[in-house]
């Protein structure tokens, strides 16, 4: 097939480019390349993948309305998958603007790109932080989703609602995916799990927020990109089921779906942060710290819906994709 993957140079979508390519699908990737995280980063991913005869980038904003537009009907591409964002809980915080900007704007681009172009299927990028304010645990996708606790997660939230408009109006199947607190190698620096690395092997005092009384439920990216392919792959049809009475907020009349990717096994931090000293081999200075506005105390995934429809669940071992992501830290950056 020929696929695009917005945010090719970002954590997840390089390695969701990686998989299509290996597999025979051909690619065309675009990112805009921001320096919300060292751009350096994002251009040694792409090097991963620039070998690939059946892979092509374009530097691109989503918030780019005539670039998105040109990039669409030139592309003839059969489906999408949407993983470029403007991340970060805290950050959305201080600039609201980047958020509005790549993740309401920028995904109406790709809606519409899709929609005038026949694309066949949208895959795109929601979180487990649309869950919100909601304290019972695990998350399921049949849950109220309404009270998000911060601007990113709102973003979202939006994004779930803006594909069903669509899908309702114009029949376009479109699937989104609640990720949940992804890790491993070449991931994103500003996130708990390669910045503990990163200051554990310095000898760097951590920043632990709410006095490390925090549970997250982490998936390994090999997990999260294997359950993006395959739902890639299922193409969102109308549920025979739905009503209007009893409305299930998973499915639709419409071709849309809504699926959790998480590893189902919630860690609380302080055992996350030993996972951590383990791999690395020396303990931890910590700070402990108050809780942060937009932080959720515990997340954990309910994947039976994905489990169903696509027959995989994430499955990698905390301490296994650990010691992986600290072994490629390590040789990246040559410690």
């Given amino acids: 097939m020929r696929v695009l993957v917005t945010g090719a140079a970002g954590f997840i979508g390089n390695e969701t480019a990686k998989v299509l390519l290996e ?23 792409l090097e991963r993948i620039a070998g690939h005869n059946r892979f092509s980038f374009l530097k691109l904003d989503l918030a780019d309305r005539e670039g998105m537009q040109a990039l669409f009907a030139d592309g003839r591409f059969e489906r999408v998958v949407h993983l470029g964002a403007q991340a970060g809980v805290r950050y959305s915080i201080t600039h609201p603007q980047a958020y509005l ?52 997660a709102a973003t979202k ?33 500003d996130m708990a799990p390669l ?12 920043a632990v927020f709410n006095q490390g009384r925090h549970e997250r439920d982490f998936t390994y990216v090999d997990d999260i990109v ?13 549920d025979p089921a739905w009503s209007g009475d009893t409305p299930n907020p998973a499915t639709s009349a419409a071709p849309w779906r809504i ?15 030993a996972t951590i000293e383990q791999a690395v081999g020396r303990k931890a200075i910590m700070q402990m710290k108050p809780r942060q506005p937009g932080d959720v105390l515990r997340t954990a995934a309910d994947v039976s819906a994905l489990e169903a429809a696509i027959g995989f669940r994430p499955h990698t071992p905390l301490a296994a994709g650990i010691e992986r992501m600290v072994r490629w830290y390590r040789d990246f950056h040559r410690i």
Avoid at 171 to 181: E, I, M, N, S, V
Avoid at 259 to 273: E, K, Q, S, T
């Fill in 226 to 238: 294997e359950g993006v392919v395959r739902v890639l792959d299922q193409i969102a049809a109308p």
């Fill in 101 to 152: 900007d790549s993740n309401l704007t920028g995904f109406g681009h790709v809606l519409e790109g899709c929609r005038q172009n026949g694309v066949a299927h949208l895959v795109y990028a929601s979180s487990s932080s649309v869950y919100g304010a909601n304290t019972r645990t695990p998350f399921r996708v049949e849950d109220n989703v309404d009270h998000p606790v911060s601007l990113y």
């Fill in 259 to 273: 699926y959790n990717i998480g590893n189902a096994d919630p860690v609380p931090l302080m055992d996350f942060i």
């Fill in 157 to 189: 939230r939006a994004n779930e609602g803006m594909a069903h408009a669509y899908s309702h109006l114009y029949g376009l199947p479109a699937t989104g995916l609640r990720f949940f607190t992804v890790y491993g190698p070449w991931g994103r620096p």
């Fill in 195 to 206: 910045t503990f690395t990163k200051k554990i092997l310095a000898g760097e005092p951590i």
């Fill in 23 to 45: 597999r025979g699908d051909e690619v065309v990737g675009i990112d805009n390349l921001n320096d919300y995280y060292d751009p350096a980063l994002k251009q040694a991913r």
